[in-house]
């Protein structure tokens, strides 16, 4: 696989009847224009994918914005809390558990809604 890095305004062209430029970089995204004759399909990658297979020598990982990288580290660290939580919890419910045998049942929902918060049962 050829991979390039193409500056906006630059283009390439395959064989000879296909042409693909760059225009600027908005935001997430590449603006690309395609010329390419009438009987050459040009399709959306997530469109081709709906009847074929994803072509096998793409990469499967896109390069993640600065925005998806602050986020997926600020969905880290609520998982982080929230699993910390649930322990905590847990841990309360032992000592409450073992000073109260008759509180069972109840102890037993509550560690079920502890595991649902967590997001370790799926309901």
């Known amino acids: 696989m050829l991979t390039l890095r193409l500056k906006p305004g630059e283009y390439l062209v395959i064989g000879d009847d296909i042409a693909v430029q760059v225009f600027e970089k908005k935001r997430n995204y590449l603006e690309v224009a395609v010329e390419a004759p009438r009987e050459v399909p040009v399709l959306r990658g997530e469109v081709y994918e709906l009847t074929n297979d994803r072509p096998a020598f793409l990469r499967e990982n896109r390069t993640q914005t600065l925005s998806e990288r ?38 037993l929902a509550m560690r079920e809604q502890v595991s649902r918060l967590n997001g370790e049962i799926k309901t």
Do not use: C, H
């Not at 997926?72 to 558990?97: H, P, S, V, Y």
């Open 70 to 107: 602050n986020a997926n580290i600020r969905r880290k660290e609520t998982l982080a809390r929230r699993a910390d939580a649930a322990q905590q919890l847990n841990t309360f419910l032992d000592r409450l558990e073992s000073r109260n045998p008759e509180l069972g049942k109840e102890i």
